[in-house]
């Protein structure tokens, strides 16, 4: 399990609240299914700096992220003070931008705002935003691909972070037993996946979702001749 202390994270004293950023939860091999962490380490770990950006196409490239294939990584806000088996209420932040774009390091995306909001309102909870691989890096298509079982990365990346949270964001003060996924748009089509994926069979990752303009019912007519094309003209320039 992963455990840091509030000397690891980042501390907001004006909002009272622990920002951990940049937290690996898997690795990415390249066109291959994410894989555990094998690493480990002693001492103290600093999650301080945001993490690598997932390579993609459009506002990625544009807004200055650090963007690489080991983008694998996620941020955790919580309330400052908050205490390991706290057991406080998990929201799960999945971001849109067309399966092509979009990053946790975006401010667009600042969940602060939200843990803020609940502790207003006496509802705290804390905040998980994760990444996942984009473009041919986390959709390619080809029936190469398909026989290889390598289809859908980037979802597949989001049900290896919600087990790494399932896993430790208990000893963040979190409880793996009120787990909401929260995503709009790209992330609320994968979200709508995740919950019908594997027969509805979830493992009990998470217990109740949030899906902002999409559903389960996804995008496109079916016609997977265009992106077989794609897939093709990727795997011949590697």
């Not at 002693?42 to 983008?71: K, M, Q, W």
């Not at 006496?122 to 473009?135: A, E, F, W």
């Not at 289809?151 to 990346?157: A, P, Q």
Request: aromatic share 10%; hydrophobic share 35%; charged share 20%.
């Amino acid at each position: 399990p992963y455990t840091l202390s509030l000397h690891d994270a980042l501390p907001i004293s004006q909002i009272s609240q622990d920002i951990f950023r940049g937290i690996p939860f898997a690795q990415a091999p390249r066109f291959k299914l994410a894989q555990s962490l094998n690493s480990s380490w002693s001492g103290t770990h600093e999650a301080i700096e945001p993490g690598l950006t997932c390579s993609g196409y459009g506002t990625n490239n544009l807004l200055g992220f650090e963007v690489g294939e080991d983008c694998l990584n996620l941020n955790i806000v919580r309330p400052s003070g908050t205490k390991a088996k706290e057991k406080l209420p998990v929201m799960v932040w999945i971001y849109g931008g067309g399966f092509r774009q979009g990053s946790i390091n975006d401010r667009e995306f600042n969940t602060s705002y939200m843990v803020e909001t609940s502790v207003q309102i006496g509802k705290p909870v804390i905040i998980v935003s994760i990444n996942y691989r984009l473009s041919a890096f986390g959709f390619l298509f080809s029936k190469e691909v398909q026989s290889q079982g390598a289809t859908n990365l980037g979802i597949r990346d989001q049900w290896k972070a919600l087990e790494w949270i399932n896993e430790n964001i208990e000893g963040f003060g979190g409880d793996p037993k009120q787990v909401t996924v929260w995503g709009e748009s790209a992330g609320a089509f994968s979200i709508g996946w995740l919950t019908v994926a594997y027969g509805g069979q979830n493992s009990n990752l998470f217990q109740k979702a949030i899906m902002v303009s999409g559903t389960s019912f996804g995008v496109g007519s079916g016609d997977r001749s265009e992106e077989r094309r794609v897939g093709k003209e990727c795997m011949e320039s590697v």
